[in-house]
């Protein structure tokens, strides 16, 4: 497999030769993080003809975009404590070569301090503490370093910002699990996810990973119930499930035009269905759309998250038949494509108690290895691996389907 090239966006002005350009002021739109003194951040200018200067945002670092990415998952505690030692060991030892590191977690905050005066300042925790360190011993192990950001489950704006949540009887509506989500068709929470992520290639990301770009599950039958504005797509001519659609389509257009600038991929999650039907009724997620405005799509594809489906009755048992039969459907739609993005499932690394009445499936080396061969076997040669707990599976072989 051809090594992918890391793609570098530019954004233009024609600028006059006899002008002087200072480097602050090319940078006035990104309020850079770093403060190291011995690495310098940066909008590099490089000629282009006379008339013409390009800028391209450089963070400093090098990094090469592997052969294929194949990942793991990472909290901000895991990424700012002790046990990052172990999962650094864990990419030391085996084909593993990147890490999908929280940069703002589940409940809403970061996982970082900002700098000093940030409108982020609030929702900071002190998870990874030295954020600058942990970046240097990324490049020094070559390990690729993606940013994940999740953007409409949100408690922390939710509760900060009623307005620009949904709200029942004046509070702001939550799910069964306590979570509240933050309204997709308001164009101020798309800037405060974006501006994250700019702030996450500031540091050196290679990528910004979108995840929970989706209203809340099952909104179809709540949409008519719950308060909340639609904004600018108030007025359009479709009904509420074409309007979410386009919500949702349109912020993962804006995120990543908005981050053309700073030599970032973007890739966001969605769900393993949405890949088998036109669009989600209530979730606003069309599998094709969304693969038309990303670098990278990843579909969450775990065998226990699917009911009796590709006419296997239980998938969380049968891991390799579930992946098989998904990618099969994955390549007809992307292939479908005038130019798709590259593919990255999600994989299945933890148990699915909730599944069983009895004795729990293990996953371990053997059903780790089935997605794994079922992905290669159909030629989708990147993926990532999901524990919560980030507790990986031991000696499994992430090459086992094309070193056969």
Known sequence: MEKKQRRIFTFFGILLLSMSIPLSSSAEESQTVSSHKERQTNIKPID?????????YDSGYNFEYPDAVRGIYVTGNSAGGSRFETLLDLLDTTDLNA?????????????????????????????????????????????????RVVVFKDNVLAKERPDLSFTENGKVWVNNKGEAFVNPFEKEVWEYNVEIGKMAAEMGFQEVQFDYVRFPEGF????????????????????NIKKRVKAVTDFVAYARDELSDYGVDVSVDIFGYAATIEETPGIGQNFSEISNNVDVISSMIYPSHWTSYFGIDKPDEEPYK????????????????EDPPVS???????????????????YGKAEMEAQIKALYE???????LWNSGNVYTENVNYKIGIEE
């Open 48 to 56: 282009i003809n006379e008339n013409m200067k390009r800028f391209t």
């Open 99 to 147: 890490m999908v590191i929280d940069i703002k977690e589940d409940h809403g905050n970061l996982t970082f301090k900002p700098e000093e005066g940030s409108p982020y300042e609030d929702i900071a925790r002190n998870f990874i503490s030295d954020p600058e360190g942990m970046m240097e011993v990324l490049e020094e192990k070559e390990i690729y370093p993606i940013a």
């Open 220 to 239: 179809e039958h709540r949409d008519e119930e719950l308060d909340y504005s639609l904004g600018d797509f108030k007025d359009l001519d479709m009904n």
């Open 322 to 337: 579930l992946v098989t039969e998904y990618a099969k459907v994955e390549n007809k739609v992307l292939g479908a494509l």
């Open 344 to 362: 990255r499932p999600w994989l299945q690394d933890f148990e699915a108690p909730w599944l069983y009445s009895g004795a729990t499936k293990q």
């Open 378 to 384: 159909n030629d989708i040669y990147e993926f990532l």
